[in-house]
């Protein structure tokens, strides 16, 4: 499973987080400027003894060269890009990175490995302060863009995560103070050795042929630097070009018909993905991790004959497994599927647009994976409770049920979330860890029975039979955010726990129970739960067997909720 949801953008983002760890480590040793001079030499030594040791130096040069090579295969490969957005600006600055760096490549790492150069932060500086001050703006500006494309890269990755909006101001902190401060190490740096170099006796001890080199081997790296630029360069060209032949021949080769769902039909030539074509068209289409497959909101379900399609590749298929999806080959990613002639097709999620075409300036919810657990609960025999009473009477006892329920969510920790009909599902687990959330569902079931149980008393002359209801709890990772048209949007969760919840809610009726709880639940809680009874069902939709607990009356989940607390104290 963990390596069905490897591809390469997953690889892409592996080394990029090696190569951003470096330009940390680099960025803190500058900083040390902004103390002495001393201070830049025990950083870069201890900064050089970690990263050239062979098997971190191994796995940093690995990193940059898979890194740089998939960043020029996305140039190739990318049929559309968000225009609007940071995605382009990170690709630009990530294929300029090699290009503006590699003089400063040369003339230390190079200098070192091919001649036994010493340059070090003296040396550096002095060749930017003194010799060519210009070198000191290019080197900024290496910095920043470095900076910025690594951090547009860390912010893709780490947006849909769980705490990324408490985590978000620490993070923007720290992207501004450290090439800040690496920046005003570098200028203290360069000052105290604009005032040493003034010493013959200074530059006599570090400006030697031993640490500089001779004029020679100075021009040989400067070949070196030529002919990577004008073969960097030049790869870029290749790529360019492969581009406009690639439109060429794929228009040669035929267009083909994607109809949507809504009547609209776009021609588009083959080898785009559906999500490509949308974004082409402006055809408005859901997509919160921007066609990286790390979501699965751009799903659509493909109308006719599915035996055509091209398989499912494997993160394609991890994605659509996750979300109880991979059964069903009519369900693909639009960002994913690249198909070769005509198709039909309708979106499963509506995105999210406001009358003028732009997204909502109120606040919402982007999106975001997370482990929730879902309760839902349902009231039994609304249908004959409406039967003999005034429209307003039922409207009455249904709200008061409800009432009863969302009373017991909110003291459990837990959110009231959707109300359908005569039902509810309520969230666990937005704020709170995973055990937690697990336990404050039991919790709310237990107190659910206890609130039911007293309005059956307060409404005990109106009713010729008490209320009875239904529960079911599941939990595991489920995409959250805001779902629906224009005005008419709500905050809820989506993915399969949700609709397991759902159906072991509706299994209570032939199990003759109040609440059925996933035993996964109960692991996740810390909790045992040996006194209910242990049985495996079959879910609607998934293929393999699921282990539940069936407790006769959610009652006496109070037991085993109070069990929850004594551990936790």
């Not at 898979?66 to 630009?92: C, D, S, T």
């Not at 090699?98 to 010493?118: K, M, T, Y």
């Not at 397991?500 to 209570?508: E, F, H, K, P």
Request: proline share 4%; glycine share 8%; with cysteine.
């Amino acid at each position: 499973m963990i390596l069905r949801g490897i591809g390469v953008r997953q690889i892409r983002l592996a080394c990029g987080l090696v190569l951003f760890a470096y330009l940390v480590s680099h960025f803190t040793n500058h900083a040390l400027g902004n103390i002495s001079m001393h201070a830049l030499a025990v950083g870069v030594h201890y900064h050089t003894l970690f990263w050239r040791f062979p098997p971190v130096a191994i796995a940093f040069y690995v990193a940059a060269t898979v890194h740089a090579g998939l960043g020029i295969w996305a140039l190739y490969a990318r049929r559309q890009f968000h225009w609007k957005k940071i995605e382009p600006l990170q690709l630009v600055f990530g294929l300029s990175i090699p290009a503006l760096v590699i003089a400063h490549i040369a003339g230390v790492r190079l200098g070192q490995a091919l001649f036994a150069h010493q340059k070090l932060y003296p040396q550096v500086l002095y060749g930017f302060w003194m010799v060519a001050p210009y070198k000191m703006w290019l080197m900024s500006a290496v910095l920043t863009i470095a900076w910025v494309h690594g951090c547009i890269g860390i912010y893709f990755w780490l947006r849909m995560k769980a705490f990324y909006k408490r985590a978000a101001p620490l993070l923007l902190a720290a992207a501004v103070l450290i090439p800040t401060l690496a920046m005003l190490g570098l200028y203290q740096g360069g000052r105290s050795i604009a005032a040493a170099s003034a010493s013959a006796e200074w530059r006599a001890d570090n400006l030697s042929q031993r640490q500089l080199g001779t004029p020679a081997e100075q021009a040989f790296l400067d070949k070196i630097i030529d002919d990577f630029l004008i073969g960097y360069l030049g790869l870029i060209g290749l790529v360019l070009l492969a581009r406009a032949v690639r439109a060429l021949h794929e228009r040669r080769g035929g267009m083909i018909t994607l109809s949507y769902g809504n009547g609209r039909t776009v021609r588009v030539p083959r080898g785009l993905s559906v999500l490509e074509a949308s974004l082409r068209n402006n055809v408005p289409h859901a997509s919160i991790c921007g066609g990286r497959a790390r979501c699965s909101t751009c799903r659509i379900r493909v109308i006719g004959d599915c035996a055509a399609l091209p398989q499912p590749s494997p993160r394609e298929a991890f994605v659509l497994s996750r979300v109880g999806a991979g059964a069903d080959p009519a369900i693909r990613l639009a960002c994913q599927l690249r198909p070769e002639r005509d198709l039909s097709f309708f979106q499963v999620f509506l995105p999210q647009i406001s009358p003028t075409g732009a997204r909502s300036s109120s606040s919402s919810h982007i999106g975001e994976e997370r482990y929730l657990v879902s309760l839902f609960v349902d009231m039994r025999g609304s249908t004959r409770l409406a039967e003999h009473r005034l429209p307003f009477d039922t409207v009455f006892i249904v709200n008061r049920f409800l009432g009863a329920v969302s009373q017991a969510v909110i003291a459990c920790g837990g959110q009231p979330n959707q109300f359908l009909g005569d039902g509810a599902l309520a969230l666990f687990g937005l704020t709170s860890s995973p055990q937690t959330a697990c336990r404050q569902a039991l919790r709310a079931a237990a107190m659910i029975a206890a609130n039911v149980a007293e309005l059956n008393q307060f409404l005990s002359h109106d009713l010729r039979e008490p209320i009875r209801f239904g529960v079911g709890i599941h939990g595991g990772e489920v995409i959250i955010g805001d779902i629906g048209y224009r005005d008419h949007m709500v905050f809820t969760a989506l993915g399969d726990p949700v609709n397991v919840a759902a159906r072991l809610q509706d299994m209570t009726k032939n199990l003759a129970c109040e609440a059925i709880i996933s035993e996964q639940v109960l692991i996740t809680a810390g909790l045992t739960g040996d006194d209910l009874p242990r049985q495996e069902v079959t879910i609607r939709g998934r293929n393999d067997p699921m282990v539940v607990r069936a407790v006769s009356q959610a009652g006496q989940l109070a037991a085993l909720a109070h069990d929850a607390d004594v551990v936790a104290a």
